[in-house]
């Protein structure tokens, strides 16, 4: 223990339990360590989104945030173990998730200066701002990255998981990323109703304005009003993860790509040597998103279905992946449409 630690004050902060691991908070056995602390503010969430276990009608515990558990650790201590793993080149990101609880936006400035003020670690925030105002409060508290999450990829499927205001999401979305380029991000989820397709325009409009996408899997959480909802299948999601690689790159476009009747990805556009090369490191079945973000077991439980790769992927991991995400779906799409 560092003779630096400070004594415990009364300002706490939520850590996941992968990070309060890997800063010593508490001992917890893993497998795949986190490339970047994540820290949860805010309390339980006025929104009410259906996925989510901080939901307003959430029955899931209160710390927890998908599928993982944040237990409260003391602001202060927790700080100078992050500037010590920085230090010690253990991490290389922080990433601070932010819910709309009252007062949520001055917590968040609060956390970010204290972080900021300790550690030249590089800075991500992933909350609900509601103008461009409140995109520069964050950002001028210390992040060097936001996240504004759209979640779902249609309006359609918004409403059902989330509620109203998606194409105003949208529109704030796309302002921040021109106000400051390079600098946004968001967080999308596949399996929550929508087509393939659907998702795919969703990938090039973003990554024409240089938005950077990260992609996750549907996770149902006990508690949550989608508990009994079913993740996306492996082979979909891997097809969806190939697009969105392959698209933020620049090496396929949505009208490249063919699409069944059922909205599922027939083919990924160009020639298939071409596809096999360009996927061939496996990062396209990695996490996505901010640089240096991992987040160990979010959509997964250890010894379960990988759908996010926390670290590189082994070959024989990459060779199937790649083949679920060339492979046509069941039915015969090989005729399908294409994005116009």
Request: with cysteine.
């Amino acid at each position: 223990m560092s003779s630096r630690e400070p004594q415990s004050s009364s300002e706490t902060v939520n850590v996941s339990l992968g990070t309060a691991g890997l800063l010593g908070l508490q001992e917890v056995a893993q497998d795949a360590l986190p490339t970047a602390a994540y820290l949860m503010v805010g309390g339980r969430c006025l929104r009410d989104c259906a996925f989510c276990a901080q939901a307003r009608t959430s029955q899931a515990r209160a710390d927890a945030l998908s599928r993982i558990v944040w237990p409260p650790h003391d602001l202060d201590l927790t700080i100078t173990r992050l500037r010590e793993a920085r230090e010690a080149g253990r991490l290389r990101r922080c990433c601070l998730q932010v819910t709309t609880a009252p007062g949520y936006l001055a917590q968040a400035e609060r956390v970010l200066r204290r972080i900021r003020q300790a550690s030249d670690i590089p800075l991500s925030v992933s909350a609900h701002a509601r103008s461009l105002q409140d995109v520069r409060r964050l950002l001028d508290a210390g992040a060097d990255r936001l996240g504004l999450a759209l979640d779902a990829a249609t309006p359609e499927v918004a409403l059902a998981a989330k509620g109203p205001g998606w194409a105003q999401a949208l529109d704030l979305l796309e302002s921040a990323a021109r106000a400051y380029p390079g600098r946004v991000s968001t967080h999308l989820i596949a399996g929550l109703g929508e087509q393939e397709r659907e998702m795919v325009r969703l990938f090039q409009r973003l990554a024409e304005q240089g938005i950077t996408i990260g992609l996750f899997a549907f996770t149902p959480v006990p508690g949550t009003a989608l508990e009994r909802r079913q993740p996306p299948a492996l082979a979909s999601y891997r097809r969806l993860q190939a697009a969105r690689h392959l698209i933020q790159l620049g090496l396929v476009r949505a009208a490249d790509m063919r699409f069944g009747e059922d909205g599922a990805i027939a083919h990924l556009g160009g020639a298939p040597s071409a596809l096999r090369q360009a996927l061939a490191d496996g990062q396209a079945f990695r996490t996505s998103g901010c640089p240096d973000c991992n987040r160990p077991y979010y959509n997964e439980r250890p010894g379960g279905v990988m759908y996010n790769y926390p670290r590189p992927l082994h070959p024989a991991e990459i060779a199937e992946a790649i083949a679920l995400a060339l492979a046509a779906p069941a039915r015969d799409v090989s005729q399908g449409e294409r994005l116009g």
